[in-house]
Every structure is written in structure tokens, then in C-alpha cells.
């Protein structure tokens, strides 16, 4: 298209000459200069890079993507070396509004050349790591993480206010099995995130109210590592052993070395909550039925002989099969014959799996309930009351089958206002018990209640979110959440002071 004007490298074009006169009556170049050959070239490439770098700032970073391309073949660059051009802002801001828009090869580009600039800035180590992920490069994006917190263990954030007099916490993260990850935002637009083994502090805890340092723990880098001075609280995030065993166990040795630090969630209560230990510990509770619950691995077996090991073990259809370290039903299936567990297993790509057994809970008229708990130092806190037509009770249903049978949200209110009342004063107790025998200062309960009164416990672990993203639809719930951010925050600065 644009051949005729460009033609010639030697000498300069028609197009050459204009620019160049032009560009003397306007003062920004001598007038007694010759003409450069490719000057208008360069002037269009330099126009179509400013434009795709603006286009980036207001998120259009498909119509970027487009310009930087023009731009590298004008000037008979590789799209990468264009992309890799610019001051440090430019390479940040095209990378992530490249990953935003899921130009995911050009964000690739720019942020490699943003993160050899910027070595030691999470953000677009992060993003850089999740890209590889989306594009299936999953032991570059572990190598590019772990090659940071090699480096950069450690992010020190400061008090927002009396920086000097407020309590210092070294807060730990878990890089073994958590990975970076984008997600659709379902309008075309992508973000990114940290998937798996641990709970959020982001709604529990005014992070800008303390000294926070930051470790994340990752291929040995805590081993010679000592607590800062001072260091009032130790605070573990680290909250799935099935998917951050390692990053446990060595955060408890740096426990061990460090006596005098109070422990926020100590990692060798954590590593006890994994789905068959709770079957173990809770299900000789009586009152409390947790469902039989085996882990086990494909250790060379083919599909149907992975089916048969499951039958050989106790199971009886319909079973639930769930891939170890998954939460929100991630990977989990009820299946109702060998067939369809050989299915399960062939869809799959995980090597460890849950077994568990289904126990039926439908009420007479056929719908299923889920109830959950946080427990914030000792004390339990209601969280929500959710009903549904399936088996597998999740949040989601709230906007659609729960909001159109009003007496579910009624109940769901009762619930947060007096879960006593509504599960009975001894399930009450009996749930409170479980504080002695978990030895956790945070975590969370899913259960329901069986026909017999019986509690029937599906999940128990620090694991769970915490969040107020229902009550953006819900405002019953804002209340009755704020009180478990209140809780968390009063036992963070009890624990720091000494209390």
C-alpha cells in the first residue's frame, strides 16, 4: 500500500523531500540539511509507535498491537525489537495493555524487555509469568518467578501513617504450587491473578495500618533468612498443604529458629487440614460426619485401573472425584459408574486426586444447603447460608435461584443474625469444639445439617475467601462480613502487642 511512497533506500523519495521541507518551515529541522533517504519513514513510524504507546494508556490494545506491527515492518524491524524500544514507562504500560487485551505474543515481548529493565519489580514479573502461562509455557513462567524471589525475596511496605510506632509484620506467601494466572473479565479483557494455597488479607486486614514485610518463599530462599527488628507478628497466608507443602514445612523451620515472634496460623496446624486428615480427625467426632475421603495418586495405572483401585478402596457409586489442591469446584465431578470415574480420569491432567464419598443431603423438597463459618480466635463468625437445586453448592446461584424464592434469602439473613437459633445450641457447641482441636487462629467451616441433626462437615481449612463482593448485590450481608474484617484486624494488633 504504501510501496510507492517509500520507495528507494538510497536516496530520498518524493515524500522524502516534502517532509523534509516541511518540516524546515515549521522550524524543526535546518533548512540547509540535506534530505535523509527514508525520513518520511521514519516520521510515519514514529507517529504510528506515540499512537499504539497512547492507544495502550486508554486500554486498546488490540488496536496497539496492530501499530506496533505496522511500525516494526516499516522500518524492517521484527515485531519484537520494535516493542522492546522506549523508555522503561512505555515497555510497562505496552505490556500490560497488551496482557489486558490478550495480545498475549506482543505482551509476551514487552514485558520480557520491561522486566530485563525493571529486575526487581513484581508486577511485571507477575504478569510476564502469567502470560507464559496462557501461552503454555509453564516451566518459563516457574523459572521467571522463581528467579525473582531468588532475588527479591522480600517487599517491605511501610505504615501509610506513624510508620515509626506502628507494629512490624512479616507476612508469608507460598511460591511451589501458586501460579499466576490470567482470567477473563468476560468483556474481552483480561487480568491477572495468584491461583491457589492461600487466604487473602486484601478485605481482612488494613495493610496500610502496619509495617508489612512481604516473603515469599521459593526454592530455598528463606533457609539463612532472619526476622527483621523489630518483628511483632508472624502472619502465614499460606493455607492449602496440597498445593504448598514445601513452602509450609519450611516456613515452620524458620518458626523454630525464630521463638520469641508470636505465630499468626502456624504452618504445622495448616499442614494437618488437607481433606483426609480432616477425615481422620473429624469424623470420630460424635455429632460430626466428615465424608470418607482418600488421596491417591495415577502411579502408572491407565484409567479403568484407576477406577478399579477406587472400588477396591471402599467406594460405591455415585462418588465424588475431585484433582488434590483445587477449590471452588475446580476439577470436582459426582460420577455415577466405573465408566464415567475412567472418564474422569482420561479428561484429566492432574496425577493426584481426591476421593470422597457422596452423601446424599437433598432436603424432602429436593434442594441442598451449605452453611459457613469463620473462625477468628476462637470466636465463630456466620458467613452465609446458601441453598440450590444441585448438589454442588456454590455462591453464584445467589443472583439467580436464591433471589428468585425470597424465603431463601430470609433464611440466609436468620442465619447471619442468630446462627444459633438456626442450627441448634448443641451443633453450636459442637462446631465451637472444633476450634481446641484445628489450633488455627483463622479458617472456615462448610457444612450442613443431615436429616438426624447430624452436622455433615464438606470442607475445613484457612483456605476459604473472604470477601464483599455478594454484598455489592446483597447489603444483609456487609454487616455481618465487616464484623469478620473487624475480628481479623483486632487479633492482628492483639497478637503484635502481645495480647
Avoid at 63 to 88: I, M, N, P, T
Avoid at 92 to 121: F, I, N, V, W
Avoid at 222 to 241: E, F, M, R, W
Avoid at 375 to 380: A, L, N, Q
Wanted: proline fraction near 4%.
Amino acid at each position: 500500500m504504501f510501496g510507492k511512497l517509500f520507495k528507494g533506500k538510497d536516496k530520498p523519495t518524493a515524500l522524502d523531500r516534502e517532509v523534509a521541507e516541511l518540516a524546515a518551515e515549521l522550524g524543526v529541522a535546518q533548512k540547509d540539511k540535506g534530505v535523509a533517504p527514508g525520513v518520511a519513514r521514519d516520521l510515519l513510524r514514529s507517529l504510528m509507535m506515540r499512537q499504539a504507546d497512547l492507544l495502550v494508556r486508554t486500554d486498546e490494545g488490540r488496536g496497539a498491537a496492530v501499530l506496533y506491527e505496522f511500525a516494526a515492518r516499516l522500518s524492517g524491524q521484527s515485531v519484537s525489537e520494535a516493542l522492546g524500544q522506549g523508555d522503561k514507562h512505555s515497555l510497562l504500560q505496552r505490556g500490560y495493555a497488551l496482557m489486558g487485551s490478550g495480545q498475549l505474543d506482543a505482551a509476551k515481548t514487552a514485558l520480557e524487555a520491561a522486566s530485563s529493565r525493571y529486575p526487581e519489580h513484581h508486577r511485571v514479573h507477575a504478569c510476564l509469568a502469567a502470560v507464559l502461562e496462557a501461552l503454555g509455557q509453564e516451566d518459563e513462567a516457574l523459572s521467571v518467578m522463581q528467579r525473582f524471589y531468588t532475588r527479591k525475596p522480600v517487599k517491605l511496605k511501610a505504615a501509610a501513617h506513624n510508620a515509626e510506632t506502628a507494629p512490624t509484620l512479616m507476612c508469608f506467601y507460598g511460591y511451589e504450587g501458586t501460579r499466576y494466572k490470567l482470567a477473563s473479565n468476560g468483556d474481552g479483557s483480561f487480568q491477572k491473578f495468584r491461583r491457589g494455597g492461600h487466604f487473602m488479607l486484601r478485605y481482612l486486614l488494613d495493610k496500610t495500618k502496619f509495617n508489612i514485610h512481604h516473603f515469599t518463599v521459593s526454592d530455598g530462599n528463606l533457609d539463612t533468612y532472619t526476622a527483621p527488628t523489630p518483628c511483632n507478628l508472624i502472619l502465614n497466608t499460606v493455607a492449602d498443604p496440597d498445593v504448598e507443602l514445601a513452602s509450609l514445612q519450611t516456613i515452620q523451620a524458620f518458626i523454630d529458629r525464630t521463638p520469641d515472634v508470636p505465630v499468626l496460623n502456624r504452618p504445622d496446624r495448616v499442614i494437618e487440614t488437607t481433606r483426609d486428615r480432616n477425615y481422620e480427625r473429624l469424623n470420630a467426632i460424635d455429632g460430626i460426619r466428615f465424608p470418607m475421603t482418600r488421596r491417591f495418586t495415577r502411579d502408572g495405572r491407565d484409567d479403568h485401573a484407576l477406577a478399579t483401585y477406587v472400588e477396591h478402596i471402599g467406594y460405591s457409586y455415585p462418588l465424588i472425584i475431585r484433582e488434590t489442591g483445587t477449590h471452588t469446584a475446580v476439577s470436582t465431578e459426582l460420577v455415577h459408574d466405573r465408566d464415567g470415574l475412567a472418564g474422569y480420569f482420561r479428561d484429566s491432567l492432574g496425577d493426584s486426586f481426591y476421593a470422597i464419598e457422596f452423601v446424599e443431603n437433598a432436603s424432602q423438597a429436593g434442594h441442598y444447603t451449605k452453611m459457613r463459618f469463620f473462625y477468628v480466635d476462637g470466636v465463630m463468625y456466620p458467613v452465609v447460608h446458601h441453598i440450590d437445586e444441585v448438589w454442588n453448592v456454590h455462591g453464584s446461584n445467589r443472583k439467580t435461584f436464591m433471589a428468585a424464592h425470597p424465603w431463601m434469602l430470609e433464611k440466609e439473613q436468620q442465619f447471619l443474625a442468630n446462627p444459633r437459633a438456626v442450627i441448634g445450641d448443641e451443633n453450636y457447641e459442637r462446631l465451637q469444639s472444633l476450634y481446641e482441636l484445628i489450633g488455627l487462629d483463622f479458617f472456615g467451616v462448610d457444612f450442613t445439617l443431615l436429616p438426624d441433626g447430624t452436622i455433615l462437615i464438606f470442607e475445613l481449612n484457612p483456605a476459604m475467601r473472604h470477601s464483599f463482593v455478594h454484598a455489592r448485590t446483597f447489603s444483609y450481608m456487609t454487616i455481618p462480613l465487616q464484623r469478620i474484617s473487624n475480628a481479623f484486624e483486632t487479633m492482628v494488633r492483639a497478637r503484635a502487642s502481645g495480647g
